[in-house]
């Protein structure tokens, strides 16, 4: 189960830490001399797996034990045993249709003020926010079928299924600004425009951080030797792609483990520590405090709340969707123990995988029988989802990039301006008044501090979700005062979402109709097909110049409704689709043979969101139907006679395991039953099993030569995939690691990269003054010895290098880091660019170490290679001051 896990992680940060590694390595040798051969390619192997990115191209490999065989692995790896990638986190969303850069490679549509589509510029995405998206909260209109808990949970089961990371850490830490508007830097930063008497003309653009390029896709595609016009820019979904509750588990076993109680018998999860509501747990704070998360204004200094820490890592951007968050720990923690009565003869491991089962299989329920119907209308429903008729292997289930980015986005439009909070009456709360949506945001202490989970829940049952009106798109509380931790000041969510279109080089609206067999809208007159508000059609047009033009996310979302749905024709066959292949191809679906039996299957369909609220918090009534939008007392139902599951199906045949008794259970690790008789050890994260893993019961005794036990590995010798940067010290610990920095540097979000911290070294300040002059004293130096003539070559063999030769080499390699180099790794290629080098200072904080290791494993893992590269050219510009 961990091998599988350790052979298919990918590191999100391995695709920039290549391209600050190859920068290095381009700048200290002049690739025009090398031949498009196997010896560059060698050069690029030893590159790639220096940096980690080489293990985005290796598929994970399945082991075929019972555990792996009978629960899905934490990364969602090894789901179809054939493409064990296939939904696994941190991979590649899906294209359903090709890409579209306005360089065919990497630059996002729009980047380039003179590229014309159909002859005319694509608009700003702030100037269409303010002419055809805003609307005053006042404006809102209610929607009468559904309530405010529909949004809440599209919300919540997207995170379970998708999230794209960003490059803000690449952006502050390597180049040493922020996305703001005079960073024009195409590979990470997208400022978005805005108007000089716009709202949000703080600072004459909105920050936007591109998200992170695929390793060797785009701009590095071609040091794989593939043609970027064939391999263009892609993106990553961070986490599982299958409905599977991993917003409760986490998508990788670090954070599962940190989820985990390991000292319960019960199989639980962690719950918070200092903090109860009416004796019902909270979900535990992060660890690093202080915490990002927005405190009371009028609390004490040491009256902190920190952030939860949940299984997927927004789950603080909105305090109802923290509740949602909260009410599936208790409901895992419930079960389990439920369970553990039930078997007392399971190990802590079988109580929690028996539980993760079952909440998934739950997620799968609510979303697919009382969730997505609603949101498409029956027969969009019945046409591009259909019933069940199987596990199909040849489906791919990944999370495809027009979903994520676009289609599934259309839940923003329905999100209501308010955060009501009721009595257990479902009226105004008399303690607790509402709320707007700008004052929820990253704002836990709010539940904490008034009044738990009941209110906020009676208000999203009690309290319609936003009707989406083609005149009214967005309120302002997401247009005008969205939140953001990674930014100061007010963003327009809006603006985001199209400007992540145009980042991820999604297609337009009318290429998308057509992929869904739609008509394609070439004239205003054809568009009334589609949007019936003509005012609506006649500021596109004004704005976008030619319907091909319109961003797909603007065109899905202006659409008239299908009958009985929320979303119109494209947003239907796109969001149908979707859920299609996630649920055809995952060999777990709750509904698949042999995952459950008939009768367990059976208590699940019996359960539902509404029995999940009665049985984790203190709300007393609420509708059957949790969606379906009803007004207290009529449509609410007693908590007493709304149905659930009864647990007694999952209780074993007694005789399991009775003659032999409970193994010894091992310190660090667990067993697992595979049958009534033979079970396997295993060990948690951190820990590898010495010993024998299968222990069979004989008679009325478990038959083992020596019990095993676990051994702590030492991650930190990990050479292929090293746990911490190259900028980073890493020290074992037991069951885990540490990466450690130096001052001034400290640890980034990642928490394996060193960044600069802001703050002055503990050096005196004489003690800078002399480093900094002697630094000077070998910039003089450098230029005076080397870089004086116009052009040099400079040859030597690696087996024959003297001192003074190395010397040399060295000096020359610095001093080409500060001058402009044009660089191809194939010549015949028509991909040069000259490209300007960050400074000396900027490139060396960040790429030494990197640079260092990719020397030194040239040097010995490829002696020819080695000796190839001693020669150097460099051109004699000016050095960049």
Not at 292 to 320: K, L, W
Not at 714 to 735: F, I, V, W, Y
Not at 740 to 748: F, I, V
């Amino acid at each position: 189960m961990a091998a599988a896990e350790q052979g298919k992680k990918m590191n999100m940060r391995s695709g920039e830490e290549l391209n600050v590694a190859m920068c290095a390595l381009k700048n200290n040798t002049d690739k025009t001399s090398i031949q498009p051969n196997e010896l560059f390619h060698h050069i690029i192997n030893i590159v790639a797996n220096t940096t980690g990115c080489v293990a985005s191209y290796n598929p994970p490999s399945c082991t075929n034990t019972c555990q792996d065989l009978k629960y899905r692995l934490i990364t969602g790896a090894c789901n179809n045993r054939h493409n064990p990638s296939w939904g696994a986190s941190n991979t590649l969303l899906l294209r359903w249709l090709p890409s579209q850069y306005e360089d065919g490679i990497s630059e996002p549509k729009g980047w380039n003020t003179d590229f014309l589509y159909n002859n005319f510029s694509l608009p700003p995405v702030r100037e269409v926010t303010n002419k055809i998206i805003h609307a005053p909260n006042k404006a809102v209109q209610e929607d009468t079928v559904y309530s405010h808990i529909i949004i809440e949970w599209g919300q919540y089961i997207d995170h379970d299924m998708a999230f794209t990371p960003q490059s803000i850490n690449i952006v502050k830490n390597m180049w040493g600004s922020d996305c703001h508007c005079a960073n024009r830097n195409p590979k990470v930063c997208f400022p978005i425009k805005i108007s000089t008497n716009d709202s949000l003309s703080q600072s004459g653009c909105i920050p936007f951080y591109r998200s992170i390029a695929a390793c060797g896709t785009g701009d590095q595609s071609a040091l794989f030797g593939f043609p970027s016009i064939t391999s263009p820019r892609e993106q990553i979904n961070g986490l599982t792609s299958f409905i599977d509750a991993s917003a409760v588990y986490g998508s990788t076993a670090a954070v599962e483990n940190k989820l985990r109680n390991r000292s319960s018998e019960e199989g639980l999860l962690k719950v918070n520590a200092l903090y109860s509501d009416h004796g019902r747990e909270y979900m535990p704070f992060v660890d690093d405090t202080p915490s990002p998360c927005i405190q009371d204004t009028n609390a004490a200094n040491d009256d902190r709340i920190e952030c939860f820490f949940a299984g997927e890592s927004r789950s603080n951007e909105v305090i109802t969707l923290a509740a949602i968050h909260i009410l599936w720990v208790r409901e895992h923690n419930r079960m389990a123990k439920a369970l553990k009565k039930l078997n007392p003869h399971w190990s802590s491991e079988t109580t929690y995988q028996e539980t993760r089962k079952i909440v998934g299989a739950l997620h799968q329920i609510i979303t697919m029988r009382d969730y997505v119907p609603k949101i498409l209308g029956p027969s969009a429903f019945q046409k591009y989802v259909g019933t069940y008729q199987g596990y199909n292997e040849n489906i791919n289930p990944s999370i495809s990039n027009i979903f994520s980015t676009a289609a599934f986005r259309f839940g923003h439009a329905t999100i209501p301006p308010i955060v009501h909070r009721l009595d257990s009456l479902y009226r105004e709360h008399p303690q607790y008044p509402n709320l707007l949506l700008n004052e929820v945001f990253f704002r836990p202490w709010r539940i904490i501090k008034e009044g738990g989970l009941d209110p906020l829940i009676r208000g999203l049952l009690g309290k319609p979700a936003k009707l989406q009106t083609q005149r009214d798109i967005m309120n302002e509380e997401l247009t005008e005062k969205l939140l953001v931790l990674s930014n100061n000041g007010s963003m327009d969510l809006a603006s985001l979402n199209l400007q992540r279109g145009r980042d991820h080089g999604l297609p337009g609206y009318n290429d998308w109709r057509e992929f869904c067999g739609l008509p394609r809208l070439n004239s205003t007159l054809d568009m009334r097909i589609a949007i019936s508000d003509e005012n609506i059609t006649r500021t596109i047009i004004e704005l976008y110049g030619h319907p091909d033009n319109i961003d797909v996310w603007l065109g899905g979302l202006v659409e008239d409704l299908l009958p009985g749905g929320r979303t119109g024709p494209l947003f239907a066959c796109l969001i149908g689709r979707q859920f299609r292949v996630l649920r055809d191809g995952d060999r777990f679906w709750y509904e698949n043979p042999n995952v459950f039996t008939e009768k367990q299957k059976l208590e699940l369909e019996k359960h539902s969101l509404s029995r999940v609220i009665c049985d984790n918090t203190g709300v007393t009534h609420a509708p059957h139907d949790s969606f379906l939008m009803a007004n207290y007392p009529e449509g609410f139902t007693s908590c007493a006679i709304i149905p659930g599951m009864n647990l007694e199906a999952w209780k074993d045949d007694p005789e399991q395991g009775a003659s032999c008794g409970l193994p010894k259970k091992i310190e660090n690790g667990d067993f697992e039953y595979c049958s009534a008789t033979v079970l396997i050890y295993f060990c948690y994260s951190g820990y590898r099993l010495e010993g024998h893993e299968k222990l069979s019961c004989q008679g009325n005794q478990w038959k083992t030569t020596q019990p095993p036990f676990c051994k702590d590995i030492d991650e930190c010798q990990d050479l292929p995939s090293p746990p911490c940067h190259t900028s980073a010290t890493c020290r074992n610990t037991l069951g885990s690691y540490e990466c450690l920095c130096t001052d001034p540097y400290e640890l980034a979000e990642d928490k394996r990269t060193c960044v600069d911290s802001g703050k002055l070294p503990r050096a005196s300040i004489a003690s800078i003054i002399l480093v900094a002059l002697l630094f000077l004293s070998w910039a003089v130096t450098c230029w005076i010895l080397v870089c004086r003539g116009r052009r040099f070559s400079f040859k030597t063999s690696a087996d024959s290098l003297h001192r003074e030769d190395q010397r040399k080499i060295s000096l020359k390699i610095d001093c080409c880091k500060c001058h402009e180099m044009r660089f191809s790794p194939y010549p015949s290629m028509t991909l040069e660019t000259t490209q300007k080098v960050p400074p000396c200072n900027l490139v060396e904080k960040e790429v030494k170490g990197k640079t260092s290791e990719i020397w030194k494993a040239l040097e010995e893992q490829a002696p020819e290679s080695w000796t190839a590269l001693q020669t150097i050219e460099c051109p004699s510009v000016p050095v960049d001051p």
